[in-house]
């Protein structure tokens, strides 16, 4: 196999792939695969309860959480967020968006069909390379709740800290969800999409405070009117089986790496170990405040650009795979989730090393 650092859908532990090939015929002796059996019956809900408990410890979520799993990933949770929580408002449905990339952006803009979408504060002025200082957010008193995404995948623009602040917080935590321990009583809601850190793609994940469901504008489509979700197991529709069945093999792995503060040390040292090389380097460098470098998705260039084609082609032909940044910022990106293995950073950072002996 190669070294996959592509964004998402993302490389996946080697071990949780080949337990599903082995069982993709003949899952839990039924003569069958997963996908195939009913999502109602008993050895698919023993996989779900399964997946959802070890969720539970991994992230050590409070019984005044609920957890659904759903479709629509992260953009349609973009709409669901709004449809369940801006009646909350005292004086009509608003909330507030503190902006800091690309995600952010189109959060703030799906946001605005259902309500007033406030920005109380944007780094868009820098480019997205930082994160405003909380002292300078505008946050108003009558939204419903304040909304950031906790690491803006396109951007490599990650919060170091939490936020505290007094409305509920709603996280878009899409590319940073178990890669670093978070404590779930910052939040009123944790969101995401799976095909990063958790699974293939397919699955949506809302963690959600128990008090802030049963709010739903009357027009909520059923499958995210969440409290009719946590009523229902999330089963409202057939739920994507598979992805369910995935997430609860990389949560088994996780739990054998020893969890997510052991994931978080390994990130730490990955993620240093390709800023360093970047800042020690003269030919590549790094646009984003050291405050805020994201920890999953590198974001760096090369001074030269005209050498940008060069570097990505000599990276495949050396195994190191989707490097090229995304097209709206340029340059480079190694997205280094759990799954990617410090092997696969030391491999990208010997390359970029003799790359710029090269030049
Ligand atoms: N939010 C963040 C931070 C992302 O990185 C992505 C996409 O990859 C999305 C939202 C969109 O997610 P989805 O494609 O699951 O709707």
Redesign the pocket.
């Known amino acids: 196999r190669v070294f996959n650092f592509a ?2 859908p993302a490389t996946l532990p080697e071990e949780v792939l080949k337990q599903a090939a082995d069982e993709m015929l003949n899952w839990n002796g039924l003569g069958m695969g997963v996908m195939e059996v009913s999502h109602r019956g008993k050895p698919f809900m023993a996989c779900y309860e399964e997946t959802l408990s070890d969720l539970r410890e991994l992230m050590n979520i409070p019984d005044s959480y609920a957890v659904l799993f759903l479709q629509g ?4 949770e973009n709409a669901a967020i709004p449809m369940n929580l801006m009646p909350l408002a005292k004086n009509g449905p608003k909330a507030d968006f503190v902006v800091t990339g690309i ?1 952010g952006e189109k959060s703030v803009k799906e946001a605005a069909k259902y309500g007033q979408a406030h920005v109380a504060a944007s780094s868009a002025n820098t480019g997205f390379t930082s994160i405003p200082d909380q002292k300078n957010w505008q946050l108003s008193d009558d939204a419903a709740y304040v909304h950031i ?1 906790s ?3 396109v951007g490599g623009v990650e919060f170091q800290q939490v936020p505290k602040v007094s409305k509920p917080l709603v996280a ?1 935590v ?2 940073n969800i178990l890669s670093r321990v978070f404590d779930i009583n910052d939040f009123g809601v944790l969101f995401g ?1 799976a ?1 990063k850190n958790i699974g293939p793609a397919g699955l ?1 994940i809302v963690i959600v405070r128990k008090d802030l469901l049963g709010h739903a504008m009357p027009i909520t489509p059923m499958v995210w009117d969440w409290a009719k979700q946590a009523e229902s197991d999330s089963m409202l529709n057939t739920p994507p089986t598979y992805s369910i069945y995935l997430a609860g093999l990389v949560f088994k792995w996780l739990k054998r790496q020893g969890g997510v503060a052991a994931m978080e040390k390994q990130n730490i040292a990955k993620s240093n170990l390709l800023y360093s090389t970047i800042d020690s380097s003269g030919l590549f460098a790094s646009k984003v405040d050291e405050s805020c470098r994201s920890r999953m998705n590198v974001t760096f260039y090369l001074k030269d650009e005209k050498l940008n084609e060069a570097f990505v082609e000599g990276a495949a032909k050396q195994g190191l795979m989707n490097i090229k940044g995304h097209k709206s910022v340029g340059g480079m990106r190694a997205s280094i989730y759990n799954a990617m293995p410090m092997a696969g950073v030391q491999a990208l950072v010997e390359y970029m090393k003799e790359f710029e002996r090269g030049c």
């Open positions: 964004p998402g990933g992260a953009i349609g995600w995404c690491n803006e995948t878009d899409s590319s999409g095909q949506s």
